[in-house]
């Protein structure tokens, strides 16, 4: 039943608007070390997007977009130039990767070793730069469709992820795979924002799995399981887009991953997709409660209890920002030591596989030697004793909070911000614009390595120090 907008009241303005960011063919898509590919051989017909949803409470204006890309690096100008054209802060404006791993990409150290990156360089950054435009027109063109609009949001749980680091045991170093022992946090939390007359706008979900259910076989550019899960929303609910927010996913992926069929990524996206629509079908974005209004008689006597709207919601709009000083990694002798011990025997085993004649044995021990080196480089540089500036920003939205982050915070620590937090519905994201990035691991986590481990710049102790200042940052939104 729609509702009048006299008895809903809105007091917030939402607005919102999507461009298909799909790449042409011939992308180049090198997102692993393991592929033997580097252009794209086609797109998923789900298709690839960044959908922008602007906000505003008659005063203050913000922006977030929802893109899929692997990372939001490089787009700073994207909110320089959204900014100028349509007056919302730049510190208004967040842009939010979706981390699949099956978009466009350039990377020396991922794909064939040894190939002139130069033709898929420039081709790249074309797309990039056309992607640039697109989500700034899509900015634009939500601001300029604001309406009256109400929110709130609903908490339930997701199926579709699991810890991915794999422990070490006898004869098998620490790997990225499935740990069904391993830390989970499968809680979907759901914001959806209607307009005066109840009618969807926009569907938010929050949830924390890697984008990797397609790995280095798969030749189709995707936004993975991502695509497919908004897809299902919208069909469920009419007229909203929806919006999906990566959680803290640094040690989440899915329960089905690293394979070329496109079909499994549709179905785990499908999946989650009909969680999401449904707590959002059962999200109400004005008050309502069932009203005693007497009697019928009937074949029992019955009570007339019809519910009746008895308020809006809270429309509060807030934010805040601050920068965190984290401590940095330190790199140990041993460290150094067991690192130049990796190259060296990834280098002969990369002599031993081309004595032979097997292709696929000479890529895997090339890539294990280009991996091992990157990592080697990343050890040997100076340290700077200098703290790691981590961006944190809460948007409240009436009894919605959303806590963002850049980089790849492990899964305990988004947990234990929604915990903390003063407000029934929280969101906490990663993958987003701000200072800082990279694997955020917590502290018991280091003593296992891995890869999340080996490449953190960020030292132990630095998880639970963002915990801490973030849940009192929340103070200065209530």
């Known amino acids: ?4 907008t006299s008895a809903l009241a809105a007091t917030l303005l939402a607005g919102v608007a999507r461009v298909d960011i799909t790449p042409p063919a011939g992308i180049p898509q090198m997102n692993w070390g393991a592929q033997t590919h580097v252009e794209a ?15 505003s409470d008659g005063q203050r204006k913000f922006a977030l977009v929802d893109i899929d890309t692997i990372s939001v690096g490089g787009l700073d100008d994207v909110r320089r130039r959204a900014a100028q054209a349509t007056g919302i802060p730049v510190e208004h404006i ?6 699949t791993h099956a978009g466009p ?11 002139d990156l130069k033709p898929y360089i420039a081709r790249y950054a074309a797309y990039r730069r056309g992607m640039a435009d697109k989500i700034v027109s899509a900015i634009v063109e939500a601001n300029a469709r604001l309406v009256p609009a109400r929110i709130h949001g609903a908490r339930g749980t997701g199926s579709i992820n699991i810890n991915r680091r794999l422990r070490p045991a006898a004869g098998r170093p620490a790997s990225v795979g499935t740990n069904p022992e391993g830390f989970v946090d499968r809680e979907l939390v759901v914001a959806r924002i209607d307009d005066a007359q109840g009618r969807p706008l926009a569907v938010l979900f929050n949830y924390p799995c890697h984008g990797t259910v397609l790995a280095w076989d ?26 999906f927010f990566q959680g803290a996913a640094g040690d989440q992926g899915p329960i089905e991953g690293f394979t070329g069929d496109l079909a499994v990524a549709h179905r785990l ?69 067991e690192m130049e011990r990796a190259v060296a025997d990834s280098q002969a085993k990369v002599e031993a596989a081309r004595t032979g004649a097997d292709p696929h044995q000479v890529h895997q021990a090339e890539a294990r030697w280009r991996r091992c080196r990157d990592l080697l480089a990343q050890y040997q540089r100076t340290v700077d004793p200098a703290p790691v ?25 988004g947990m234990a911000v929604r915990r903390a937090s003063p407000f029934p519905v929280t969101m906490f994201c990663g993958y987003s614009n701000g200072m800082g990035g990279d694997y955020l691991p917590t502290r018991q986590e280091y003593a296992f390595g891995g890869y999340e481990v080996e490449r953190t710049p960020y030292g132990p102790g630095a998880a639970e120090q963002l915990i801490r200042e973030t849940v009192a940052l929340f103070r200065e939104v209530q």
Not at 1 to 4: D, K, P, Q, V
Not at 105 to 115: D, E, H, Q, Y
Not at 228 to 236: D, I, K, L, T
Not at 390 to 412: D, N, T, Y
């Open 41 to 55: 051989a086609g797109a998923d017909p789900v298709g690839m997007y960044a959908t922008a949803l602007v906000v």
């Open 94 to 99: 967040r842009l939010a990767a979706s981390h």
């Open 389 to 413: 500036k981590v961006e944190v920003q809460i948007l409240r939205l009436g009894e919605v909070a959303i806590v963002a982050m850049p980089g790849e915070p492990f899964s305990e620590i």
């Open 269 to 337: 996206g499908a999946i989650l997709g009909h969680q999401v629509a449904a707590l959002a079908l059962q999200v109400e974005t004005s008050r309502r409660e069932p009203r005693f209004e007497g009697f019928v008689e009937s074949t029992a006597y019955i009570a007339r209890q019809p519910w009746r709207v008895a308020g809006p919601r809270d429309a509060t709009l807030r934010f805040a920002s601050r920068v965190l000083s984290l401590p940095p990694r330190r790199f140990t002798a041993e460290d150094l030591a």
């Open 218 to 243: 798969n030749q189709l550019v995707s936004p993975d399981w991502m695509g497919a899960a908004r897809q299902v929303v919208e069909q469920s609910m009419p007229g909203a887009k929806g919006l």
């Open 105 to 115: 990409a350039v990377s020396p150290g991922k794909g064939p070793v040894g190939i």
């Open 1 to 4: 039943m729609l509702l009048t």
